[in-house]
């Protein structure tokens, strides 16, 4: 894996394996990875199946205690730490958005529900069989060596992932119906809206900036965004900004000021107006109130 040298260490499945865009692997034990125990992020989507045991995690600003069976879902840059020394046995799938198929990525009307919710409890033994089944023939595809072998694992991700939906428990109906009502180009500028923002949110923080890159009017883009999420476009593009601030807050050992630096802000002060305008609190306070919340 690979560590890109960031404030918090970013690890990157290609650099496992070049050129691969998928992988399922499996941890057994009493003791976690040391690569897993320090706070990191992925550059990509995993999944992980707690099919015996316990485990400990972190994930962003909340502390997880999960008991098997149980998935566990993190998006890419979301910042986690797995600790404890119980039993486990775990699989676990990492895969970037591309290798989805572009009907699975429309139809996941619920992929922001499915990953914030973190957690998901596998309830029943007939959830327990359908998880195990799919995960069983990735493993010994993606173990093989046989013809049209990514093509296999591309539709049975996709299966995986679906079946995986099913046990979201989507509290924002509003925002599951208006995606499912969007034809096809609306449905592709959020996604692109939406990733977008991750890449360039520290330099890039106006509606307009985003517009251009979508080659679409910022009237338009903020009526679509707004239908479909409840929220205006400059809503979604600083919650963002506050989102890795307060990451950073949590995780690292930095400074306010070195903060603000990262992030693009033009001094402290101007950050710590932005900060306590969205969150009613000082980023010091926010450090502070969190770190005695998990320690």
């Known amino acids: 894996m690979k560590n890109n040298q960031a404030l918090i260490p970013v690890y990157d499945m290609a650099a496992c394996i070049p050129g691969t ?12 990875p040391s690569y897993m125990a320090i706070p990191h992020r992925h550059t990509d989507y995993k999944i992980s199946f707690l099919q015996e045991g316990e485990v400990t995690h972190y994930t962003d600003f909340e502390k997880y205690t999960i008991k098997a069976p149980a998935l566990l879902m993190l998006a890419p840059d979301q910042v986690h730490q797995q600790t404890g020394n119980s039993y486990y046995k775990m699989m676990h799938i990492s895969f970037n958005k591309e290798f989805l198929l572009t009907e699975t990525q429309g139809v996941l009307a619920c992929w922001e529900c499915m990953f914030s919710q973190v957690v998901l409890p596998v309830i029943n033994p007939e959830q327990m069989q359908e998880i195990t ?10 173990r093989d060596n046989k013809p049209q ?13 679906i079946c995986a939906g099913r046990l979201v428990n989507c509290k924002n109906e509003t925002v599951v119906t208006n995606v499912v009502n969007m034809d096809y180009s609306q449905n592709r500028i959020v996604r692109q809206f939406k990733s977008l923002i991750d890449e360039n949110f520290v330099n890039s923080t106006q509606v307009t900036q985003y517009a251009d890159m979508l080659y679409v009017t910022p009237g338009h883009l903020n009526d679509l965004i707004k239908t479909v999420t409840g929220k205006t476009a ?13 990451r950073l807050l949590f995780w690292g050992e930095h400074s306010v000021k070195e903060i603000a630096g990262r992030l693009n802000f033009e001094d402290d002060a101007y950050f ?15 450090q502070r109130q969190i770190r005695e919340k998990y320690n």
């Open 21 to 32: 865009n998928f992988i399922i692997k499996k941890t057994e034990g009493n003791s976690v």
């Open 133 to 142: 089944v799919y995960l069983d023939l990735m493993y010994q595809e993606f």
């Open 149 to 161: 072998k990514g093509v296999i694992l591309k539709n049975l991700l996709n299966a995986f992932i």
């Open 234 to 246: 400059k809503q979604i593009i600083d919650e963002r900004r506050i989102l890795e601030a307060k």
């Open 272 to 286: 710590n107006r932005f900060f306590k305008k969205h969150t009613g609190n000082t980023p010091a306070l926010f």
